[in-house]
C-alpha cells in the first residue's frame, strides 16, 4: 500500500540537501570564530611584593629565606638569610653564560640550596632598574619550580 | 579495427560547476577547529597591539581583576590611558619620594574609592586586592617597581603578572 501524502506527492522520501543556506552559515560561524580566536594562551604568575623587609600577606612567612639579585652585567647573586643562625648565611654568584643569564646553573644552584636548607620554601627577587621584566619573570619562572613563593623586592 | 589510443578526445568544457560538497567538507572541519580552540571566559586579557608578554610557565588563568597595562608610551588601567611614558619610563616629576607615579597612585585611588561605595552598599562584595600586571617584556624593572609600589600604597597587594604560556 502505497502512502502519499496530498496530491502531486509522488510517497518517495527522498530528498536533495542544498548545501548553498549551509555554505552561508558556515561562512558567517568561521568569519566570527576568526575575528574571536585567540591563538595565544596567557596565564598569571602570582608574585607578591617584600616591601621595608614586610612579606605580603599572600607569602607565608619563612624563618630562612633566599634573596636573588639580578645585575645588570647578567650576573644573579643568590644568599640564604637565616634569622636563627647568621652562621647560616651564605652567598653565591651565578655568572652569565656569555652573554644570556645562566639559568641551568641558577636551577641547579638553587636545588643544592634547597637540599642543604630544606626548609626554605620562599625567595625574594630583585633586580637593578636596568633590567628588563622579561628576565625577571624567567627567574621568578626557573625560582619557582624550586621555591615556591617568589616575592619581588627592592622597593 | 580502431587502435584504442586514437580515441577521440572528450570535448572540454568551458564552464566550471563548484564542488560544494568538498567546500562543506573544508567548513565543516574548520569550524570544529574554531570551536575547539574558542573559550568564553568571563575574564579577558587580550594585551594592546604592539604589546608583548614575556613567557612563562604559568598553571593560573585569567582572573577578574583589575588590569594595569604598561607598555612602550603608555600607561592604562582598564584600558583607560592614564599617563605618557618615554621610552618605557616615567616622566621624573610624576614620582614620589616613596618610588611611585602619582598620576598612577591618583587613578587608583580613584578606583579604590568606587570599590569601597560598592562594598558599603552591598555586603556581599568584598574589597579585591588583586591587580594583574599586562607589561611589555622589555619594560626595565625600575618602572614595574613603580607601578607596583603605586599600586601597594592603595591597597593592591596581590599581583598577578600576564604572561604567555611557554611550552
Known sequence: MNISGGSGHSGSQDFDLNLAPIIDCFTVLIAFMLVSASFVSIGLLDAGISAAGKASDSAPAATV???LELQADKTIVVKVLGTKDRAQKAGFSVKPNGTEWNIEALAAKLREIKAQWPGIDSATLSAQNSVDYQSVVRVMDTTRQTLPSVLLGGF | MRPSFLKKKRAMSDEMSLQITSMADIFTILLVFMLKSYSTGAASLAPSQGLSLPEAHAESSAVEALKIE?????VQVEG???????????PKQDMNAQGASLALTAVLSKERKRQLEIAKQNTEVSLDARVVIVADKSVPYSTIKTVLASAATQGYTDFRLAVVKGE
Do not use: I, M, N, W
Open chain 2, 80 to 90: 583607560t590611558p592614564v599617563l605618557s611614558l618615554k621610552d618605557y619610563q616615567f
Open chain 2, 70 to 74: 604598561v607598555s612602550r608610551d603608555l
Open chain 1, 65 to 67: 629565606q633566599a634573596s
